[in-house]
């Protein structure tokens, strides 16, 4: 999913999908207008929001401002729409502010096919090593910038059309973290997963970063000197 403001960080998450050669792709969900037309233009596979508009948007929208929320918004929509359609067996969802260094598909697919009934996301605790939130079934801090599911685990999770509650609560991965209590799921392993903490730490076992826990364009600037950034932008 991505955004005029977005598009560039998104631009550098397909192409690094596409230095690992890895055989599939991402499918790009543009929720304004112009960003449509940028991904079209670049020859990748894109579809529009249904309702997306012509946006203002020049930058990056920040964390917590409204925008932001109604970003939110249409994610949970999207997320729950892709969980519901019966034509998509297995979904991978990816932010994109992501940088894949491997194809980890085989690796994701083997997980979902041992155990369909289980959500996986990435770990967004912030420390480094193996997360050390082993409390009841397991760490609870779910990052929804990377989520797995098998047709039929996810039920009712993305589900935020009860506007009260939502407009109490507008934030995405607070809502899914409240909603995963009757439901499986698990945490992807740090090492191979790695969230936002992991900059400048030791990556040789990560299959992908997602550079979360920073704010707007100093995204790019982590990325740039980790020689990471793709793009001429
Ligand atoms: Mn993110
Ligand atoms: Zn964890």
Redesign the pocket.
């Known amino acids: 999913m991505t955004t005029n403001g977005y598009k560039y960080l998104t631009l550098n998450l397909l192409r690094s999908i596409e230095k690992t050669g890895a055989k599939w792709k991402l499918l790009v969900v543009a929720c304004d207008r112009q960003a449509f037309t940028f991904f079209k233009n670049e020859g990748f596979a894109v579809v529009m929001y249904p309702d997306a508009r012509i946006t203002e948007e020049i930058g990056i929208s920040r964390w917590g401002s409204p925008t932001f929320a109604r970003y939110n918004d249409m994610k949970l929509k999207l997320l729950h729409h892709f969980a519901g359609a019966p034509t998509i067996q297995r979904c991978v969802y990816m932010?994109g502010?992501i940088v894949v260094f491997h194809d980890f598909l085989p690796e994701l697919v083997k997980r979902l096919e041992a155990e369909p009934h289980v959500i996986l996301f990435q770990c967004d605790e912030r420390e480094v090593g193996d997360c050390q939130r082993k409390e009841l079934n397991g760490c609870h801090n779910c990052c929804t910038?990377l989520i797995a599911w098998k047709q039929g685990a996810v039920k009712t999770l993305f589900d935020n059309s009860n506007r009260i509650t939502w407009s109490l609560i507008n934030d995405d991965q607070v809502w899914v973290n409240r909603g995963l209590r009757d439901l499986y799921y698990k945490t992807l392993p740090r090492t191979l997963y790695p969230n936002g903490a992991y900059i400048g730490q030791n990556l040789q076992d990560a299959y992908l970063l997602?550079f979360?826990h920073r704010v707007a364009n100093s995204k790019i600037i982590e990325m740039k000197r980790m020689g990471r950034w793709l793009i001429p932008y």
Request: hydrophobic share 0%.
């Open positions: 932010d502010d910038g997602h979360n």
